[in-house]
C-alpha cells in the first residue's frame, strides 16, 4: 500500500466515523512559547483540551507535518544513520474533545489496523500502563488479542504528560512484530536490546487526570484521547521494507536525487547514508520554508540552517561540487504536493531560497579551509589542534569533523577531541535555552476564561466597526492592571474610580457588548478614541486588542468618574487615526500585488505592520531592489490609486476565496469563512481588516526605505495620504538646505556640486596616501640600510612609534619591504594601548626559505600572542611587553639554524 493511500485510508475512515477533518497546522506553532515546531498533531488542539478554545466539533482527524530537530528532540546527528530517525515526518492523529474515551478509541485502532490495513492479528502486540485496568480488559475481552500480547509498562513507557502539572494519562501503544529477521521472539527481551523486530507504529493517549504541584492526580471532568501514528512507520510495515527510507515516499526521493549525482543508491554502501540524509533535510528544509521559516543565526531559522547545511555537507560526499539541494526540493514537492497542494504555489520561493543559503555555505566553507589553515599554522610543536577552533569550523563553517581531522592528519597536527565534545555539549545547553521561549506569545488564560463565558451566557462581544465609529452598548467584562498582571472585577465589587487630580491614571481594561473599535490583527493596529457615559464618565481608549478570536478587548485611561460593570456606554473611534490606519492598510495590498507583478510570484507577504503613520512591509526577495524598481513600484500603485477602483469587501467560504484568486497573509488563521478585500480586478486578498472604499481614497503612496532584515527577506517603509505628502515635503526642505549650503544656483546644480566635492576629498587623501608611502618607505630605507645579513637574507628590523593605527602602519612597513626588498624580512614591533602587535614581512625570495607565518609561530611565545598570516605577511597581538633585541635573537637563531 503507497503512503499517500494510506493517508487517504486513515482520513476517510475516521471521517465515516464523525470525526471532522481537520487540515495539518503549520510547522510553526501559535500560541505556545515553549515550541519551536510542530512536533506532534495535537499541538494546534492544545487550548481545545484544556478548554479554551472551543470548537464546533468534538471528534477530529488529522495528517499532520511534523520537524523534530530541536530542544528535547535533538536528533539531527542520528539522521540518516538509523532506520527510523527524521527531522520531518508526518503523524496521522484521532482525537476527542470530552466526546468517546478508550472503549470508541480502542475500537476504532483495533478497526482499522485489522479491517482497513489488513495487518495479520496474530503479529499485533499492544502495551498498556501498568495500573490501567480497564484498557487492558477492552484490548482483551473487546477486541480479542490474546493476553500474551498483551503488555503492562510503567510510566516511563505508558503514561502521558504535558509537564510536571496538568492534563495527564496513561497510554496505550500498538506494535508490529517484523519477524525473527529483526530480533528475538520475546517481547520484552527484544525491547530491552533496542532490536527493530517488534516497531511501535500508533500511539494512544487517554487523558483522564489533572495532576497538581504535589503530584496528586485528580480525574478530569471531561476526559480525552489524542492518538498519533507515524505514517512513515505504517508504510515501512505494509511495503516490507527494512528502513522508512526504504518506503515509496523516500525512495522517489532518493533515486531522483542518485539520478542528480550520476550516482546509484545502494543501501550496502556508505553512501546510503548520505543519500538519505539528503532526501529527510530535503523534506524539512522544504516544509518548513514554505511555513515562512527562512535560514538565519537564531530560534528556528538557526535550526533550519542546520538541516540544510547538514545535508549540503552530505551532499559532497555524493559529488555535489555546485547547489543541488533546491533541486532535490523540487522532487520534495512533486512527492508531497497531493496531500500538501500549498507547495505548488510556493514552489518557485522554495527553490529561491534554498538555492541562496547553498551559495553562501559554499562562500562559508571556502573561507573556513583558509581559518583552518591559518588556525593550523599557529599550533606549536607537540599541541593539538583546539577542539573549540573545529567547533567553530564545525558549527559556523559546516566542516564536518571527519574532514578537520583528514586535514589536520596530512599536517601531522593531533586534534583535540574532548575539547570538541565540550564545545559541543555547550552549544547544545545554550540552543535549549534559546528554544525554550522562541513560540509566539501565549494567550493570558484569563481572556480565554472571558471569551467562554461570554459566549456560553451568549454575551460574546459583537465588532460593528466597518462603518460605524460610534455605538452605546453594556460593559460586560472589566479587568484590573496591577503590579502582578490582570485581575478580573467581579460586579459585585465597587466600581473603578478615576484619580482626582488626573496624575497617574488607572488603567483598565473593558469588553463591551458591542464594539466600533478594531482590536489589533493582522498586522493592523488597534483603534483609539473615547468612552463616556451620561453620569459623566469619561476615559481615552488608548489601545484595541483581540487576544482570541471575537473577543476585543479596550484598553481605558480613565480620566473622569466610574466605570462599573452592567452600565451602557458610549464608544467613540477616533476617525482620524482609524481613516489614516484604513488608507495605509489598503495601500499594503496595493504593495504586495505590484511587487509580484514586477519581482515575481515568489514575493510573499513575511509580515506587516499598519499604523496611522505609516505601513511596515516584509517580503520574500533575494536581493536589494533597485532604484529604478522601486520607481515602477510606486508608478503602478500611484496609478490604480488616482484610477480610483472600488474596494469590494466580501463574506465567503474560504475554499471559494482561494479558488477565486485570493492570497491569504502571512501569519493569519483562518475560518471556513472569510471575509475577502479586492481592489478593482488586480488584487484579492483574505483580510478581516478595515479598508477604504475606493483606492482613490488612499490620495499618494510613496516607499520610504527598503532594506534586507533577514536572509531572503526584505522590507518597504512606506506612507499614504499626508504622511506621504509631509514626507516629500521634508525631503523638499533637505534638499533646499542642501542647495544653501552647497551655495548652488538651484537645486538641478546641487547634484554637480556636490559630486565636486566628492571628487575633490577623494583627491585630498590621494595625495594624503602618497606622502604617508613616500614617509614610511623613507623610513624603511633607513632601516634596510641598517639591515644584518643572517642565513642568506637580509634582515630589517625596528620599533614603532604609535598612538593609534599600530596594525595600519606595521602592514605599510610590510608592503615597503616587499616591492624594495626581495631577500629581506622585516620584523616590526609596535605597543599601543597596552599591547603589543608584532609583524613579520617577507619579500618574494626570502619566502622560498622562512615563511613570514613561520616566523611569526616562532616568536609568538616572546609577547604571549596569537596570530597568522601567509608567506609574504603575519602579524600577531599579545599582552607581554617585549623588546625587539630580544625577539630578533630568537629570529637569529632560527635563521642560522635553518641556514
Known amino acids: 500500500m503507497k503512503t499517500a493511500e494510506i493517508r487517504s485510508r486513515f482520513l476517510k475512515y475516521f471521517e465515516s466515523k464523525g470525526h471532522q477533518i481537520v487540515e495539518s497546522s503549520s510547522l510553526v506553532p501559535s500560541n505556545d512559547p515553549t515550541l519551536l515546531f510542530t512536533a506532534a498533531g495535537m499541538v494546534q488542539f492544545k487550548d481545545v483540551f484544556l478548554g479554551k478554545d472551543p470548537r464546533p466539533y468534538t471528534r477530529a482527524a488529522t495528517a499532520q507535518k511534523c520537524v523534530r530537530a530541536g530542544g528535547k528532540h535533538n536528533d539531527l546527528e542520528n539522521v540518516g544513520f538509523t532506520a527510523r530517525h527524521h527531522t520531518f515526518f508526518e503523524m496521522l492523529g484521532n482525537f476527542s474533545f470530552g466526546d468517546y474515551f478508550k472503549k470508541e478509541a480502542i475500537s476504532f485502532a483495533w478497526e482499522f489496523v485489522t479491517k482497513e490495513l489488513k495487518l495479520p492479528v496474530d503479529r499485533v502486540y499492544v502495551t498498556v500502563f501498568e495500573k490501567d485496568d480497564e484498557a487492558e480488559k477492552i484490548w482483551h475481552e473487546q477486541e480479542g488479542v490474546p493476553m500474551n500480547r498483551i503488555y503492562r509498562l510503567g510510566e516511563k513507557d505508558n503514561f502521558w504528560a504535558a509537564g510536571d502539572t496538568g492534563p495527564c494519562g496513561p497510554c496505550s501503544e500498538i506494535y508490529f512484530d517484523r519477524g525473527p529477521k529483526y530480533g528475538q521472539d520475546d517481547f520484552l527481551k527484544s525491547q530491552a536490546a533496542n532490536e527493530d523486530r517488534f516497531m511501535e507504529f500508533w500511539n494512544l493517549v487517554f487523558m483522564q487526570y489533572d495532576r497538581d504541584a504535589s503530584g496528586k492526580l485528580s480525574p478530569l471532568p471531561r476526559p480525552s484521547v489524542d492518538t498519533g501514528a507515524g505514517i512513515e512507520r505504517i508504510a515501512s510495515i505494509l511495503q516490507e521494507v527494512d528502513t522508512n527510507y526504504d518506503t515509496d515516499i523516500f525512495q522517489q526521493i532518493i533515486q531522483k536525487t542518485a539520478q542528480l549525482a550520476g550516482m546509484p543508491y545502494d543501501p550496502s554502501k556508505e553512501t546510503a547514508v548520505s543519500f538519505r540524509v539528503v532526501a529527510d533535510h530535503a523534506r524539512a528544509a522544504t516544509f518548513l520554508i514554505g511555513d515562512g521559516v527562512l535560514p538565519s543565526n537564531e530560534g528556528r531559522g538557526y535550526v533550519l540552517r542546520r538541516i540544510m547545511r547538514r545535508a549540503i555537507r552530505h551532499g559532497k560526499k555524493l559529488g555535489f561540487e555546485k547547489p543541488f539541494l533546491n533541486q532535490v526540493s523540487q522532487f520534495v514537492i512533486d512527492e508531497m504536493s497531493s496531500a500538501y497542494p500549498d507547495l505548488l504555489d510556493k514552489r518557485s520561493f522554495i527553490e529561491r531560497a534554498i538555492l541562496a543559503e547553498e551559495e553562501q555555505f559554499l562562500r562559508t566553507l571556502a573561507k573556513g579551509l583558509e581559518l583552518l589553515e591559518e588556525e593550523s599554522a599557529k599550533v606549536a610543536k607537540g599541541k593539538s589542534f583546539p577542539g573549540a577552533v573545529a567547533f567553530k569550523l564545525y558549527d559556523t563553517y559546516g566542516f564536518p569533523l571527519d574532514l578537520t581531522r583528514v586535514i589536520l592528519d596530512e599536517k601531522g597536527i593531533a586534534l583535540d577531541e574532548k575539547g570538541f565534545e565540550e564545545s559541543m555539549a555547550t552549544q547544545r545547553a545554550e540552543s535549549r535555552k534559546s528554544w525554550k521561549g522562541s513560540g509566539e506569545q501565549a494567550i493570558d488564560a484569563i481572556y480565554m476564561e472571558i471569551a467562554k463565558r461570554l459566549k456560553a451566557s451568549n454575551e460574546l462581544p459583537v465588532f460593528d466597526g466597518f462603518e460605524k465609529f460610534e455605538m452605546d ?173 472600488g474596494v469590494k469587501k466580501v463574506i465567503m467560504h474560504k475554499d471559494e476565496a482561494v479558488k477565486a484568486g485570493a492570497i491569504a497573509f502571512f501569519g493569519e488563521k483562518y475560518g471556513d469563512q472569510v471575509r475577502v478585500v479586492s481592489v478593482g480586478d488586480f488584487s484579492t486578498e483574505l483580510c478581516g481588516g478595515c479598508h477604504v472604499d475606493q483606492s482613490g481614497d488612499i490620495h499618494l503612496f510613496k516607499i520610504v526605505s527598503e532594506a534586507g532584515i533577514a536572509s531572503g527577506v526584505r522590507r518597504i517603509i512606506a506612507k499614504t495620504g499626508q504622511g506621504a505628502f509631509d514626507y516629500l515635503r521634508e525631503q523638499t526642505d533637505l534638499l533646499a538646505t542642501s542647495r544653501d549650503l552647497l551655495k548652488a544656483q538651484s537645486s538641478e546644480d546641487t547634484p554637480e556640486k556636490i559630486e565636486r566635492l566628492i571628487m575633490a576629498e577623494r583627491e585630498g587623501r590621494r595625495q594624503i596616501e602618497q606622502l604617508k608611502a613616500r614617509e614610511t618607505g623613507q623610513a624603511f630605507d633607513a632601516m634596510l640600510a641598517s639591515a644584518q645579513d643572517v642565513g642568506g637574507v637580509k634582515l630589517v628590523s625596528s620599533t614603532i612609534q604609535v598612538t593609534e593605527g599600530a596594525q595600519a602602519k606595521l602592514r605599510e612597513l610590510g608592503d615597503a619591504l616587499k616591492s624594495k626588498a626581495p631577500n629581506a624580512i622585516g620584523i616590526f614591533l609596535a605597543h599601543e594601548g597596552g599591547k603589543v602587535q608584532l609583524a613579520v614581512a617577507a619579500g618574494s625570495d626570502a619566502q622560498k626559505k622562512f615563511g613570514a607565518q613561520v616566523v611569526l609561530k616562532e616568536l609568538l611565545p616572546l609577547i604571549e600572542g596569537r596570530g597568522g598570516g601567509k608567506p609574504d605577511f603575519a602579524q600577531a597581538g599579545g599582552t607581554k611587553p617585549a623588546i625587539l633585541s630580544d625577539i630578533i635573537a630568537v629570529a637569529v637563531k632560527m635563521f642560522t639554524k635553518t641556514a
Request: net charge negative; no cysteine; glycine share 8%.
Open 473 to 645: 452598548a453594556k460593559l460586560v467584562a472589566l479587568l484590573e492592571v496591577t503590579d502582578s498582571g490582570l485581575r478580573e472585577v467581579k460586579s459585585s465589587e465597587a466600581p473603578a474610580f478615576a484619580a482626582a487630580d488626573g496624575s497617574d491614571a488607572k488603567i483598565v481594561e473593558a469588553v463591551f457588548s458591542k464594539t466600533p473599535f478594531y482590536g489589533e490583527g493582522g498586522g493592523q493596529v488597534g483603534d483609539r478614541g473615547t468612552v463616556t457615559s451620561n453620569s459623566g464618565f469619561a476615559a481615552d481608549v488608548v489601545d484595541s486588542q483581540k487576544p482570541v478570536p471575537d473577543l476585543t478587548v479596550l484598553s481605558l485611561r480613565l480620566t473622569k468618574g466610574t466605570i462599573k460593570l452592567g452600565e451602557t456606554y458610549h464608544q467613540s473611534v477616533n476617525s482620524e487615526i482609524r481613516m489614516a490606519t484604513t488608507r495605509n492598510h489598503t495601500a499594503t495590498h496595493l504593495l504586495h500585488w505590484a511587487l509580484r507583478k514586477k519581482l515575481g510570484t515568489h514575493v510573499k507577504q513575511a509580515g506587516s505592520i499598519v499604523t496611522p503613520d505609516l505601513l511596515r512591509f516584509d517580503f520574500s526577495h533575494f536581493e536589494a531592489l533597485k532604484p529604478n524598481e522601486i520607481r515602477e513600484i510606486e508608478d503602478e500603485i500611484n496609478q490604480k490609486i488616482w484610477k480610483n477602483d
